[in-house]
């Protein structure tokens, strides 16, 4: 019975006909390597616990040096010189990695893009083969790899404003609202997709309880307004200050309501809009909001 070698190693088969076989090192009493017909390596321990011969498995030849996995077989021997039972915390570091691999595997395959992709394809298999044309044309522009290439679970809201707030910038207020529609029902979808029995399982897997678009504000999607020009800009600038009454009527987008107005008409309540504005008149009971 020879002690354990880096050049023993290397060189230990198993016998044919044999399952497998172990080499037994002299310098340790139950340290082994176990060695299968297909050439495996493996680490373990052979000791007896509760007076049940057991054997320990330890790790792969290729992924243990010979001195950690001798190293290992100590502690788990003296744990058990202790009346322990170190199968219990073998079974729980396994347990982490196999979470760790799990998680690491989700990262990389679960991401933000994966799931939009996978909601496009729901929407498709749903008969709205057209909503998931344009959806895609929208996060084709707007949706920035970087954001993309994040796993789904970890977004923050933050990081959700961070990617509206460009296309909002840009005077595109409908897009940003649309983009954060998107998402927001994407993100949805997955967070129900393991209990909803219609959900695809495209959908499942992503690790998501919550809903980091929620926070987010939403924009005007559903008006018929498009807040692109400088007119409609300066509107919407006054509408986040206050509300008032005199703005309310002669809101951007009443133009078209009210029929093709004279251009002069027009630039009169261009300049109502911008008094009422600096007047910053708050609302009453019975004001509303533009359409």
Partial sequence: MPKLTEALVARATCPPGAKQTFYTDSGMPGFQLRVGTTG????????????????????????????????????????????????????AVRAAEEQLAEAQLRAATKTVGVLVAAYYEWLSNSGRQQTAKGY??????????????????????????????KPFEAGHVRTAGTLRAILSAAFNAASKAALDPRMPQ????????????????????????????????????CAHSSWSTEACAVAPGNHQRL????????????????????????????????P
């Fill in 40 to 91: 495996s390596k493996t680490y373990c321990l052979y000791r007896r616990i509760a007076g049940k011969p057991v054997r320990l498995t330890i790790g792969s030849a290729g992924a243990w040096s010979l001195g950690a996995a001798r190293t290992r077989a100590q502690e788990l021997s003296m744990a058990i010189d202790r009346g322990e039972d170190p199968r219990a915390s073998i079974a």
């Fill in 136 to 165: 895609e044309r929208i996060t084709r522009n707007w949706l920035s790899s970087d954001f993309a290439a994040k796993t789904a679970y970890e977004v923050t809201p933050a990081q959700v404003a961070a990617l509206l707030r």
């Fill in 259 to 290: 029929g093709g107005r004279h251009a002069r008409t027009r630039r009169l309540e261009d300049r109502r809009l911008l008094e009422a504005k600096e007047a910053r008149i708050s609302c009453g009971a019975g004001g509303r909001r533009p």
């Fill in 202 to 237: 495209t959908l499942q897997g992503f690790g998501v309880t919550t809903n980091p678009i929620a926070p987010v504000p939403a924009f005007p999607v559903g008006t018929s307004e498009v807040f692109a020009s400088l007119h409609d800009r300066r509107f919407l600038a």
